[in-house]
Structure formats: C-alpha cells, structure tokens
C-alpha cells in the first residue's frame, strides 16, 4: 500500500512539473496562493528565440553572483551552485542572488528563511529577505545627454526591480532572479550561522538551500550615524501623479513616508526643496510642485506661505534626514518666477535674468523673509540656496543678492564650471564626476566644516546607475569617492519617474534609469542596493582606519597600508577591465 502511495505522489509530482526530490518534499503544502501582480513588457530581443529544449522539466534554480545580471527569455548557462555564504559585519546589509528557471510555467513560486544558527546563538529568520526581481525596458547608452527616440536605440529587458510580493507566477522559458538581502543585527553575536532558504512552487516543497552567514567581529555605525555625504534629489509630485492622489494631501504625504525612509535608511543627508516655480523648467515627465506660495498684494508688499514647505521638510526629518535643507534655487533652468497677483486676480509668470534690477528686488524680498522664518522655525544653519549647472555670470549675479540680503543662509552648487575655485567658501559643492579636486583643497574645505561631492549624469558612462549599467558601478562609486577624498556622492534623481517607472525605464532626453533609483510603492532596485553596499564599505573603511592608526602596531600599520594602497587603486573613472573583480576582492579586505 505504501509503495502504491509513494508511486502516486510521484506522479503528481511530476505532473505539476516538480522535480521528485523526496517524498517529504511532494507532501509539504502550503496554502493556495493567487499571485497578482503588474505585466512586465515583452521581450524585444532575439533571446525569446533561445532554446529550451535541454532543460530539465520542473523549475531550476542557482545561486550566482549580485554582479550578474540575467537575461529573462534566453535558457542560462551557469555553474549550479546550491548553497551560498555571505559575511558582513554587525550592523550591516549583505546581499546574494539566487536564479530561477523553467521551460514550463510554474505557479505560486514562495520563498522561506528558517532561523540562523550558530550554536548556541540563533538569529530570526526574519534576518533574511527574499525579493523577486522584476524586468524593466531599458535601451543604451548612446550619445549620452540630448533627445532621444526609442527606435533609434537597442531596447532589453533588464533585471532591476526588486518587488515586494508574497509569491510569483514564473512562466514558461523564462528567468526569474531573486535577490537575497541579510539584515544583520547590531548586537549579534560574532561568528558563523547556517540557515535554509526553502522554495516552495504549486503549495508544496520543491528545494531546500544551504545558507551561511559569517558575522564579522565589527560594527557598522547606523546610517544616521554615517558621515558619507549622500544626496539623492527627491520629487514628491511624481508620487502623487503616480499613485493618482492630490499633491501635499495627508494620502500624499502617508503614500511617500516608506519611499524616503528608504532613503534615510541609505544613509540620505539632504531634503529638496524648491522655492518657487519648477526650478529645472520641467524637465522631467512631471513638473516640481510648488512648496512656496509667492503673492503680491494690492497695496504692492510680499507675503509667502510657507506652509507646505513646513510640512515636507519636518516629514523628512522624522523620518531621519535631517543634516541640509538645499533649496532651489536662486537660477531656475528657465530664469521664470511665478506669484499670485492680488490686484490682477490671477498668477503671474515673469522672465528675470540675474543681472536684472527686478530680480534683485523679488528675490531680496524674498530671501530677507525666508531667513526670518527659518530662523523661527530653528533651520537656519541647515538651510542652503543651491544652484544646479549655471553659468558663471548668473552665479555671481545671484551670490551678490543672496550675500546682501541673506548673509546668513548656505548656499550649495553642483558645478560643472569650475565655479568652485572662484567661491571656496560654499558650503556645499559638488563637482562633476570628469572634474579633479586637489586633495589638498578637499582637506582645506573639510577642516572648516565645508562639504565637498562629485557627481554623475546623463554624460558619464562610467560609473553610473542606469538600469543597463552593470550593478557593481553602483559600488565602484563609493569607492573612487573616497579614492579621491571627496565627501561624498550626489545624483540627481531618486525618483524623478518617467510615464509607466514599473516597466519601462526609458525617457525623451536621456539613457534609460537616469531619472530614478528607486520604483512606485517603496520597490527598492539592484542599483539602489549596490548604492549602499559600496556607501557602507566606505564607513567601515573610516572605521578601519581609525582602528588601525590607533593600534600603531607593525602588523595593524601593515593592514593600513596594504587597504591605502588597495584604495587608491579605484581613484580612476577610466578603469582597467578588471575592474569588477579588483573591486570584490578590495571588499573582502573590509572583513
């Protein structure tokens, strides 16, 4: 009677398309499932012509590096690997990426940590995160910066989104990767767990994975406590476009408050703010909201509402991003300020160059009520003009009005040039990735307290966060950060989104990704993860460091000098070939 059961299962089994790899397995259920979810788009490429015909029935699966990224329709040629060890000190995020596959469609795909442990000590499951990875149209480089139409450039599935579901429909001739994230406690205890990650498809148990963890005897600061000078340029009415709610409405507010706490968590340093009309003249597909109400009364004086702004920048500081409040800015894209025009009934928009009498007159009136309300409000020390990209006679048009009328506010700049020479005193610069900074003078600026980036955009290749770029350039650009010394990184869109962010990246002006990290409903992405891997490396180098001199012994100096040496080798935007795997086997020195 037995074998007859064994013999049945079996063949259920296999009529589900699961491989047999043990009766327990088969007889394992699991709750039906319906597995809803948005429609990627198809594939375009001729991988959708690739042959699946030698693998096996029943969904496959490898570990493979975080570095890879899957094309969804083509049959994968990998080492099968079914086990993988990850290692981070306490306090930090590590990440791996298991793949899927199958020639048939395998339904209600789920995913399962059981608890890490290590002898005596065990850590939660709840360590362990399990992500499926969902495609995103992307196309290419190209040219770079300017317009572009779809059909002029190469377009491809890329594996970027990291989806927040329960359980995923895999469909037949497809790839699906999984991206494993481990949480490690603060107050772990050092050493090395195992865990198992069990997959689960149609209900029932399909296979069970090794996992291993090897906590570092070292702590990771908090990202509050990071000193890497993140920023990341938010835009809050794309969120409301996106999930159709009214701009500044408490739904508003409440939709965004898991987005950027994402961003704290990543060590976020900056909130933007805008002071008046779009100040990029809409160059994304949505315009900034206003967040400062600008009116001109009958009697010819000036009153401001400041009360969205209040309400934006104290959201973003409970939620722990709260060291700069950079405001754009004196020089909008289109050189236009708009008010509300009592006398005329209606809103006004007006033309000012910089050098113009009425601009001195608006914005003085301006920048003088501002830094009072500031100063109420106790933002004032946090609280920078910034300017985006202007030339060098408009920004020294717009310091001298901010200098006469509001000589007590920051001012922050990302300079493509050179202004910075001339304005040693900003607060807050942040130079183009091609642009050299003298160590020297990085030094100088650091010693007064003054901050001091690079950044990259649509016209840097290398390295950048597009979604085809490879995920490890994400870590590379921690790394030439503090290769070169400077403070820290900017770029200019966490989630500027395009018309459909869940599945197609491309946009009319630049390559695929520029305008965003991150996706709709707090989805984080493979490039915002490697972000951060390479932002906490840069940490638990300041920890190294400061370890090692304090040390002072010949073997801790030999360390030192052997991670210096290391480091430097990463001071290049023009990396030799290698570069991937000169940049993991730098990381394990961290451990």
Not at 460 to 467: E, G, L, Q, R, S
Request: some cysteine.
């Amino acid at each position: 009677m037995s074998n007859s059961l064994t013999v049945i299962r079996t063949i259920m089994c296999m009529l589900i398309g699961l491989p047999v790899l043990s009766l327990f397995s088969c007889e394992e259920k699991r709750p039906q499932k319906e597995c809803i979810t948005f429609e990627e788009m198809k594939d375009p490429t001729k991988d959708t012509l690739s042959n699946w015909s030698a693998v096996p029935k029943g969904l496959q699966s490898s570990f493979i590096t975080t570095d890879e990224r899957m094309p969804k329709s083509a049959a994968p040629r990998v080492a099968v690997n079914k086990s993988v060890t990850v290692a981070g000190w306490k306090g930090e995020k590590v990440s791996a990426q298991l793949l899927l596959w199958s020639a048939s469609d395998i339904n209600q795909v789920e995913l399962e940590f059981t608890d890490f442990e290590g002898g005596e000590d065990v850590l939660p499951a709840s360590v362990g995160q399990a992500r499926f990875v969902r495609y995103v149209m992307t196309d290419e480089f190209g040219p770079g910066c300017g317009y572009r139409k779809p059909q002029d450039f190469a377009a491809s599935l890329s594996p970027d989104i990291l989806d927040n579901l329960e359980c995923f429909d895999v469909e037949a001739k497809t790839v699906r990767p999984v991206w494993l994230t481990f949480s490690i406690p603060s107050d772990a205890t050092a050493g090395s767990y195992k865990a198992k990650l069990k997959l689960y498809a149609g209900g029932r148990s399909v296979e069970s994975f090794e996992i291993g963890l090897d906590v570092v005897d070292q702590v990771l600061p908090a990202p509050s406590e990071w000193l890497y000078h993140l920023d990341l340029w938010q835009h809050p009415t794309a969120v409301a476009r996106v999930h159709n709610l009214e701009v500044w409405s408490d739904a508003h507010f409440e939709k965004m408050k898991p987005l950027m706490k994402m961003l704290a968590d990543g060590g976020q340093k900056v909130i933007t703010a805008t002071l008046n009309k779009d100040p990029w003249s809409n160059q994304c597909y949505d315009a900034y909201a206003d967040m400062i109400i600008w009116t001109k009364k009958k009697d010819q004086s000036w009153s401001f509402d400041y009360t969205i702004f209040d309400k934006w920048v104290q959201f973003m500081m409970d939620l722990g991003i709260n060291k700069m409040i950079n405001c754009y800015s004196l020089l909008t894209w289109n050189n236009q300020l708009h008010y509300n025009d009592e006398a005329k009934g209606e809103v006004v928009t007006v033309e000012l160059k910089a050098q113009s009498k009425q601009y001195v007159e608006m914005w003085s009136v301006f920048l003088k009520d501002f830094t009072r309300h500031l100063g109420e409000k106790g933002w004032l020390e946090k609280t920078n003009i910034a300017m985006d990209e202007r030339a060098p006679a408009d920004m020294k048009a717009a310091l001298k009005v901010l200098e006469s009328a509001a000589p007590a506010l920051g001012v922050s700049l990302a300079d493509n040039h050179k202004s910075y020479q001339n304005y040693p005193w900003i607060k807050d610069i942040c130079v183009g990735a091609g642009s050299k900074v003298a160590k020297e003078d990085i030094l100088a600026r650091r010693a007064k307290g003054l901050i001091t980036t690079y950044y990259v955009c649509c016209g840097d290749k290398f390295p950048n966060m597009f979604t085809f770029s490879p995920p490890a350039e994400s870590v590379y650009a921690a790394w030439y950060a503090v290769a070169a010394d400077f403070d820290g990184f900017l770029r200019w869109a966490y989630n500027s989104w395009v018309e459909n962010p869940l599945t197609d990246s491309r946009f009319r002006t630049w390559p695929a990704g520029d305008t965003y990290m991150v996706y709709p409903d707090a989805r984080s992405s493979i490039r915002f993860e490697k972000l951060v891997e390479g932002i906490q490396d840069v940490e638990k180098i300041r920890v190294l460091r400061k370890k090692y001199t304090e040390e002072n012994s010949p073997e801790s100096s030999a360390k030192l000098a052997q991670l210096e040496k290391t480091i430097e080798s990463f001071n290049t935007l023009n990396p030799s070939a290698d570069w991937q795997g000169r940049l993991n086997e730098a990381r394990k020195l961290l451990n």
